[in-house]
Every structure is written in structure tokens, then in C-alpha cells.
């Protein structure tokens, strides 16, 4: 694969910061998995990732920023997907592209391991009611980042609701699908069950936008 000669590799700082930071952040996971995440504290995960409690929040400035890393950073390749799509194509479209990509536990080969994954997030996430709403504040944060880009896209006016709907109608398909999941984990269903089943509805929610939505933002 070829490379850019003008893209200097990350220097070795830059490196060990990003490796302490995946150590603490999967020192925690690890811990909030075993007893649950309000049975932690920031103080135990800093001792197990053998770090100062100061180190933890210079990486993350909350506990729940420990565990929601990893959704932010799909949060966030979600709007590069729309940011960054095709000339001429809608943003309806591009969400498709990038929804129905196999994404996180579901990317998994190996069904058991995927199983015990979701089983676990979802149990970490149900259990603690201060990560449930760090989860609605995460997806408030990005449908109003969605809602902003589109505004800009659009030259919408100022108070013009169109790019609050749009957002709100895509990123609330993101989330339906996240709480059906959860649905099928609490039913016992694995996740060579449930991915199949997940495809299904994400083609069915977005086939009930399409006659709203199609043709929207595009380029």
C-alpha cells in the first residue's frame, strides 16, 4: 500500500500518549466489566493502569469519558462519513453507506466472542444510570453537530428547523437501532442472531425516510 511521504509518522511522544491513553481506557473497560461501572472509581482504574488519578483525567476529563471513548470515536466517523461525502450525493445516501457497514461487536468474526462483548457492554451500560445519560448527552452532542453542518451545507437561515429534522431523523434511526439491540441482548438472543436481524431494520428505517428525506442536502 502506498504511503504519504508528506504525513510525518507519529513521534514517539505522540505515540506513548496514545498507548497510555488505550491503557487506561481499556484498564477501566476491563474493571467496569468485572463489577460494574458505579462500583469503580477513577482511583482504582489509575492503580490498576499503575498511573496517578491525575494522569487518568489529563486524558479523560470524566469517569464516564473512560468508557464512552470508543462511542464518541464512532460518533465522530459517523459525521466524517457525511462531511466528506460524494459530490451529487445526498446525505440520506451516504448515511446508508456508512450505517450498514458492519460496525463494532458485529465486525467480529468468531460469534462467542461478539456474544460475550455485547452482553457485556449492554449489561455495563442498562446497569448504570449515570452511562445511560451520558449515552443521550453524547447523542444530543452529535445531532446538533449533524444539524449545524447541515445548516452550513444548505445556507439554511438562522432558526430554520429543516436541519434540526434532518439531523434528528437520522441520528434517531442510529439510536432506535442501538435500543433494539439492546432489546435482543436482554432476550438472549446472540449476535449471529441478532446482526442479520439488525441489517433488516436498518434497511427498513431508512426505506421510511427516503421519501422525506431523499434528495436532501445534496451536492
Known amino acids: 500500500m502506498a504511503t504519504d511521504a508528506s504525513v510525518p509518522p507519529p513521534g514517539l511522544r505522540a505515540r506513548k500518549k496514545e498507548q497510555t491513553r488505550r491503557l487506561i ?3 477501566a473497560r476491563r474493571l467496569f466489566a468485572e463489577r460494574g461501572f458505579d462500583a469503580v472509581t477513577v482511583a482504582e482504574v ?6 496517578a488519578e491525575k ?15 470508543g462511542m464518541e470515536a464512532f460518533e465522530e466517523r459517523l459525521l466524517g462519513a457525511l462531511r466528506e461525502r460524494h459530490p451529487g450525493e445526498t446525505v440520506l445516501a451516504a448515511f446508508r453507506r456508512f450505517l450498514l ?27 448504570s444510570p449515570s452511562l445511560v445519560a451520558r449515552e443521550r448527552q453524547v447523542l444530543a ?12 451545507e444548505t445556507g439554511a437561515d438562522p432558526g430554520d428547523v429543516e436541519p434540526w429534522v434532518a439531523a434528528h431523523a437520522l441520528l434517531g434511526v442510529h ?8 432489546r435482543r441482548v436482554a432476550g438472549g438472543a446472540t449476535a449471529a442472531e ?8 436498518a434497511e427498513r428505517a431508512l426505506r421510511l425516510l427516503e ?7 445534496a451536492r
Open 46 to 51: 489509575a492503580r490498576a493502569a499503575d498511573v
Open 25 to 27: 481506557a481499556d484498564t
Open 175 to 182: 439510536r432506535s437501532l442501538i435500543e433494539y439491540v439492546r
Open 55 to 69: 494522569t487518568v483525567f489529563n486524558y479523560f476529563a470524566t469517569k464516564e469519558d473512560l468508557f464512552y471513548s
Open 101 to 127: 457497514q458492519p460496525q463494532g461487536v458485529f465486525a467480529i468474526e468468531g460469534g462467542e466472542e461478539a456474544t460475550r462483548q455485547l452482553r457485556t457492554v449492554t449489561r455495563v451500560i442498562t446497569d
Open 211 to 217: 421519501g422525506g428525506l431523499e434528495g436532501y442536502a
Open 194 to 201: 441478532i446482526g442479520p436481524d439488525l441489517q433488516a431494520q
Open 141 to 152: 452532542r452529535y445531532t446538533d453537530a449533524l444539524a449545524a453542518l447541515l445548516a452550513e
